[in-house]
């Protein structure tokens, strides 16, 4: 059953999608994390894999950069493969002083400053909030394995540069822990959806007040306990 943007066939996907930004991270994930893995998507270079994590079908895509991207990801997973559960992996800029390099943020919601959630909402603020079931779980399985992971609100911007540094302060004042790209849009879409649940849980790659980063190399060995907070967290389900 190919889509304008995935070759996949009709039962190539697990119920249950991990994402990423990046494709190469879900490539990673599907050779080092789950047996039996295979390709199912490679449209555009947006890989997308499918294979066993402990006797779980499992299913991981890139989504692309932005809301915009993944959003046609996910509407074409959703209507044409059946994904009920949605799990983004990815990277985010910490705000917050105390949070530090390689914390986990498990994002209860999300702010934005994308007109999408708008137009979608007739041009009424939408609360972009995590499925509670979701959320729940990778806290347990944080809290079990002894993980630093902060729960809280996040913004999901369209701009990656700003120059405007009053902006981040203004969202500090509000508590905001720190900003990535998609979150507000995948909560959103999946609120369309009456049997589609979605959580966003990302790695601090760098930090936005401090100018900390992460570099290339570091990022692949440094997600890897946010990777295990997610595979965990689905056998919990």
Known sequence: MFTPHINA?????????IMSGDPLRALYIAKNFLKNSYQVNNIRGMLGFTGIYKNRKVSVMGHGIG???????????????????????????A??????????????????????????????????????????????????NKINFHVGNVFTTDIFYRENIKFYEKIEKFGILAIEMETSGIYSISAQYKNVQSLSICTVSDHIKTGECINALDRENSFNTMIKIGLESILLI
Do not use: H, W
């Open 67 to 93: 809301i915009p991207s993944c959003l046609i990801y996910i509407k074409e997973l959703i209507d044409f493969f059946g994904i009920k559960i949605i799990l983004r992996l990815g990277s985010c800029g």
């Open 9 to 17: 066939k009709k039962n190539d996907f697990s119920d249950i999608m």
């Open 95 to 144: 705000i917050n002083k105390k949070i530090k390099l390689r914390d986990i943020i498990i994002a209860m919601g999300a702010c934005t400053d994308s007109k999408i959630n708008r137009q979608n909402f007739l041009d009424n603020d939408f609360s972009a909030i995590a499925d509670y079931e979701l959320m729940k779980n990778a806290i347990i399985v944080a809290k079990k």
